[in-house]
């Protein structure tokens, strides 16, 4: 079945440091992708989406490529701030959304 | 908009009771998920209904699990009797339609505890 791979943390990360979170993907069909994001003590909200081959998703200065060759779509943001510090979850949507296990972010100022 | 309502927000039973979680899902939506969330890993599918019929149910352990959804709109899911195992946080999420390029709402959850 369809099922989503993501790198594991926890990450730390010094306040406008790189960041990358990899996320691999298997699926039979034509999925959709997101990143949702779990700020503490809140709940699941969409970071981004990409819904086709080569479709770049961005909001809040996150970025990702839905790479059908590769499957792949990896999360970056190029100045990480101490309100990043969050769970982020690679997701796929083929008719059903599935979730990787999720990477914890800590940014530190 | 008023956004994915679940309640109660906490539950504290112990093993062999039973409980139940309740969701009312954005206005409109044809979509509702319930999925279960163990400390520490994503959350993970339970059951999927598109308007008041069941999509996908793989998941859900029908032994002790069992969830429905009364004309196509609130959502119960109930599990009895509870196990210890069962401790986690239990989403619910709505989208527009079943079409895989949309979002999922989700609510605040339910955080279960077994003890």
């Known amino acids: 079945g369809d099922s989503v791979t993501q790198m594991e943390g926890p990450v730390t990360l010094s306040e406008e440091a790189f960041l990358t979170i990899n996320c691999t993907y298997t699926?039979?069909?034509?999925?959709?992708l997101f990143w949702y994001v779990q700020y503490p003590g809140e709940g699941l909200q969409l970071l981004l989406k990409?819904?086709?081959?080569?479709d770049k998703g961005s909001n809040k200065g996150f970025e990702a490529t839905y790479r059908k060759e590769t499957t792949s779509f990896h999360l970056e943001k190029g100045s990480v701030q101490v309100s990043d510090s969050a769970v982020y979850f690679c997701?796929?949507?083929?008719?059903?959304?599935?979730f990787g296990a999720g990477t914890t972010v800590t940014v530190r100022a | 908009e008023a956004g994915v309502a679940q309640s109660p927000r906490y539950k504290i039973i112990e093993k062999r009771q039973s409980v139940a979680f309740w969701c009312n899902p954005i206005?409109?939506?044809?979509?509702l998920y319930w999925y279960q969330q163990i400390l520490g890993q994503g959350p993970k599918l339970l059951i999927q209904?598109?308007?008041?019929?069941?999509?996908?149910d793989s998941q859900l352990p029908k032994d002790r699990f069992s969830a429905e959804r009364l004309k196509g709109v609130d959502s119960t899911l109930k599990i009895q009797p509870a196990k210890l195992e069962d401790s986690a946080v239990y989403l619910c999420?709505?989208?527009?339609?079943?079409?895989?390029?949309?979002?999922?709402?989700f609510g605040q959850g339910t955080r279960l505890t077994v003890v």
């Open positions: 999420a709505s989208s527009p339609d079943r079409g895989g390029n949309t979002e999922a709402f």
């Open positions: 699926a039979t069909g034509y999925p959709s």
């Open positions: 990409a819904t086709k081959a080569d």
């Open positions: 997701a796929l949507n083929d008719y059903k959304l599935s």
């Open positions: 206005s409109g939506h044809a979509t």
């Open positions: 209904f598109q308007n008041n019929g069941v999509v996908d």
